[in-house]
């Protein structure tokens, strides 16, 4: 289609040269400056063919050469600039840019390209500036809003990043794009249930977008819609571009845990730890998993591999009294509650299982001592509360 573009303009050139032959008398200086805008505009689209093909250094000769018959061609200023962008120039793409501006002051694109320019120099308060600019002169341009959102978000104005695309979420009706940026923006003032319906709304218009129903399944784990983000994740899975991310074998894992699926999320914990065998966390996952269905000897196994890979010592400390306490190994379970609640002070869990251990050996005041321990650290701690009323029950 370019080609056959390119060569009706060159067709056109050639009648306007024989007619232009055809007349007796010199031509005037303004039908030379007629011809030269015809011909540098027919090498701007031959230069910008180049420049989408990827041939950079052709795409520069092409364009120096029109920019020689036309020096007040806008077009032909943003495409050179767009040339040294892509050429790490962004001195010369500024000024490029800035005669574009001039030339053509009514010409969106200048405006984002300088943006571009400003947001690389890490200026993303002039940035915003330019990308807002854009966005006045195209308003139905959403890569203008979207870059314009996101300099104020660099900016720390995430609540004005928020209302700018809130406004115009309707305007963009069939905008995938535009609706997942607000569920992030949502997400990081943790709304996340009002981020989850965003993303929803995003996965709609965009069924196949992995990195939106990405961002769903995140939201709803989140909010403990867990059997709808495990939905999410095995259409993500389903994908054989996406069955070499540990990410998402994890978070699938820990939303089949939560549904006591606990076979299931072993398995989610398994394919994990086996695509990012250096990761403690999947190891970790793997231990509670085996604790739960009762295999002391493979949570064992995995809480070696985790201290092996560098795990949290407090939280293998846990995991390794649960182990104990599993085996009725009572006093090997107290070590290492006590070992845990050392690494971690402020931790209430280990306390709790400290008292529990002494209260399942009937020493119900040391057992109580603990648990006053845990309620002063944290007065509404739910695990604490409950083992004291047990105790007290007894």
Not at 35 to 40: E, G, H, I, K, L
Not at 158 to 164: G, I, K, N, S, V
Not at 197 to 222: C, G, K, N, Q
């Amino acid at each position: 289609m370019a080609r056959t573009a390119s060569r009706i303009s060159l067709s056109l050139l050639t009648v306007i040269l024989l007619a232009a032959c055809q007349q007796n008398k010199p031509p005037s200086e303004s039908a030379k400056e007629q011809w030269n805008t015809a011909r540098a505009n027919v090498m701007l689209s031959l230069a910008t063919d180049q420049f989408n093909n990827g041939d950079f250094d052709r795409s520069r000769q092409t364009v120096d050469e029109a920019q020689r018959m036309d020096a007040k061609n806008a077009p032909l200023r943003i495409l050179s600039a767009q040339l040294a962008i892509e050429q790490g120039q962004l001195d010369v793409a500024d000024r490029e840019l800035a005669v574009a501006r001039d030339i053509d002051p009514k010409n969106p694109k200048a405006f984002y390209l300088s943006g571009v320019v400003y947001q690389r120099w890490e200026q993303p308060a002039k940035a915003c500036e330019f990308y807002s600019s854009a966005c006045d002169l195209d308003p139905g341009e959403q890569k203008y809003l979207l870059a314009k959102s996101e300099m104020l978000v660099a900016m720390d104005r995430t609540d004005d990043a928020l209302a700018l695309l809130q406004a115009k979420v309707v305007f963009f009706e069939n905008s995938p794009a535009i609706r997942d940026e607000v569920g992030l923006l949502l997400q990081q003032k943790n709304r996340w249930t009002d981020a989850a319906d965003m993303f929803r709304r995003a996965t709609i218009l965009s069924p196949d977008d992995a990195t939106v129903r990405e961002h769903l399944a995140r939201a709803l784990y989140h909010i403990g819609e867990y059997a709808d983000a495990t939905e999410a994740l095995e259409r993500i899975l389903a994908d054989p571009k996406q069955q070499k991310r540990s990410d998402l074998y994890l978070m699938q894992g820990e939303c089949r845990m939560n549904l006591n699926r606990i076979g299931d999320a072993r398995e989610s914990f398994t394919t994990a730890a086996d695509l990012d065998p250096t990761s403690p966390l999947p190891l970790m996952e793997l231990a509670k998993a085996s604790i739960q269905l009762g295999d002391a000897t493979r949570a064992e196994a995995d809480l070696r591999k985790a201290t092996i890979a560098g795990g949290d010592e407090a939280d293998i400390s846990l995991l390794r009294g649960y182990v104990r306490l599993r085996q009725n190994r009572l006093d090997e379970a107290m070590a290492a509650f006590s070992r845990a609640s050392v690494l971690r002070a402020d931790d209430t869990v280990s306390l709790c299982m400290m008292g529990y251990v002494d209260q399942k050996k009937g020493l119900f005041r040391d057992a109580l001592g603990y648990y006053q321990r845990a309620l002063k650290i944290r007065p509404s701690d739910e695990l604490a509360g409950r083992l004291l009323a047990g105790l007290d029950a007894n």
